[in-house]
Each structure stands twice: as structure tokens, then as C-alpha cells.
């Protein structure tokens, strides 16, 4: 289906930086979903969010469903050398998980 | 979570045969299973949307007649690629939507190599 965008592409950065990453979409979303992929295996649901507003967080992990339910962010703290992967955001626009569109990743790399 | 599980992780075929990928839903039941190719280096492209009880909605540009998608139960789709092709090797993700609808799960994924 149609993509989100994700912003930025790739990053690199240094072991113990925080990072910032965000989805944006000119359509209204229900949910937004962030998943990471590491090479080789299926993406892992990280976290869910189901309200405008919402801020929840999972371990170094904190996203954000933006206000205008329009996008959403995903901060990483203390950057850790596993952090290494894809993120993909996803926004589902009902509760029947069949209208959702994916983003197109945020490659990210860390350097010791 | 909910668990979506995916056989074989890894397979080798030869040109012009058949080969089969299993997705299932360990924990819970999926009506609506999608699923995906993935290049090198980018994105998740939906190739279909599995329905149980009915025939698959395929993306534009997937031949249908090529990759077969089988939902016949709660808890399984099949994707088959018949008459393989050097270029059909490439890695394929399932997934299915939740218990609660609002949330996406995904298979470990599958390598397909054609030789």
C-alpha cells in the first residue's frame, strides 16, 4: 500500500547518543505501530500507540502519537551497538488491521 | 504478544519447481494474514492480503498465478512461488493482524534462494 514518510533515511551515531526518528503522513491514522527489523529476520513490534497524545515507553525506548494524528516519533536513549537495524513505522486508519500503511524505514547504524 | 511463526526460515529450490511457505498464528486467530518481499536494503512490499475463507487480494503488478496464497484455516496461510525463477529468490515476511485488530505482527521471515 501507500507509504509513510520517515525522516531521517539513515543515520549513523555514536554508542551512547540518543536518537530521534519520525513519521509524518498527510492522512489521519488510529494507530501508529513502530517495529524494528534487524538483516535477516521479520520486524518486531516495539511499541503501540492507540491514542493522540500518547507517549509510552519501553525500556530506552519512548513514541509519541502526535496530537494531530497525523505522525508519530520514536527517541532511542543511550544508544547501544544492538540498537543497529531498520525501524519502520506503521499507521493503521481502522481497527481491523487491513487499511495500514507502512513507512519506508530508518536505517540506523552505531559506532562504538 | 501474539506470535506469528513462519516455515522454512531458509530454502534452496531449483528453477522451475514449486515451493511452498507456511505463516501461522501460534496464539491467537488471524482472519487476515498479508504478505510481504523484501529487497536488499529496503522496504516491506506487499505482494497480498490473505483472507481465510476467500481469495486473496493481490497488490498490483503481483501475479497471481505465480504466488499462490492459501487461507484455509484461522491460523495458516500458504504463499506458493510455482515455477521458480532465479529472480523470485528474495526474503518473504507474513503477517497478521492481532487478536484486537489494531495491531500487526510479523513472521520471522523466510529466505528464498532459486537456483
Known amino acids: 500500500g501507500q507509504q509513510l514518510n520517515q525522516s531521517p533515511q539513515s543515520m549513523f551515531i555514536q554508542e551512547g547518543e540518543d536518537v530521534s526518528m519520525n513519521c509524518t503522513s498527510s492522512?489521519?491514522?488510529?494507530?501508529w505501530l513502530w517495529y524494528k527489523q534487524d538483516p535477516g529476520e521479520g520486524p518486531v513490534l516495539l511499541i503501540a500507540?492507540?491514542?493522540?497524545?500518547e507517549l509510552t515507553s519501553n525500556g530506552r525506548l519512548t513514541a509519541q502519537f502526535g496530537i494531530t494524528r497525523k505522525d508519530s516519533f520514536l527517541n532511542i536513549s543511550a544508544s547501544i551497538p544492538s540498537d543497529v537495524g531498520i525501524y519502520f513505522c506503521?499507521?493503521?486508519?481502522?481497527?481491523?488491521?487491513?487499511?495500514?500503511?507502512f513507512g519506508p524505514g530508518t536505517r540506523l547504524s552505531v559506532l562504538p | 504478544g501474539a506470535v506469528v511463526s513462519q516455515h522454512p526460515s531458509r530454502v534452496i529450490c531449483k528453477s522451475g519447481t514449486s515451493v511452498k511457505i507456511e505463516c501461522r498464528s501460534l496464539?491467537?486467530?488471524?482472519?487476515?494474514m498479508f504478505w510481504y518481499r523484501q529487497f536488499p536494503k529496503q522496504s516491506l512490499m506487499l505482494m497480498a492480503t490473505?483472507?481465510?475463507?476467500?481469495?486473496?487480494?493481490?497488490e498490483q503488478g503481483v501475479e497471481k498465478d505465480k504466488f499462490l496464497i492459501n487461507h484455509a484455516s484461522l491460523t495458516l496461510s500458504t504463499l506458493t512461488v510455482t515455477s521458480a525463477h532465479p529472480e523470485d529468490s528474495s526474503f518473504y515476511i507474513c503477517?497478521?493482524?492481532?487478536?484486537?485488530?489494531?495491531?500487526?505482527?510479523f513472521g520471522e521471515g523466510s529466505w528464498l534462494t532459486v537456483v
Open positions: 503477517s497478521a493482524t492481532g487478536p484486537s485488530g489494531n495491531t500487526i505482527y
Open positions: 492522512s489521519i491514522f488510529n494507530t
Open positions: 500507540l492507540y491514542k493522540a497524545g
Open positions: 506503521a499507521g493503521l486508519k481502522d481497527n481491523y488491521g487491513q487499511n495500514f500503511v
Open positions: 496464539d491467537f486467530q488471524a482472519t487476515t
Open positions: 490473505s483472507n481465510e475463507g476467500s481469495k486473496a487480494t493481490y
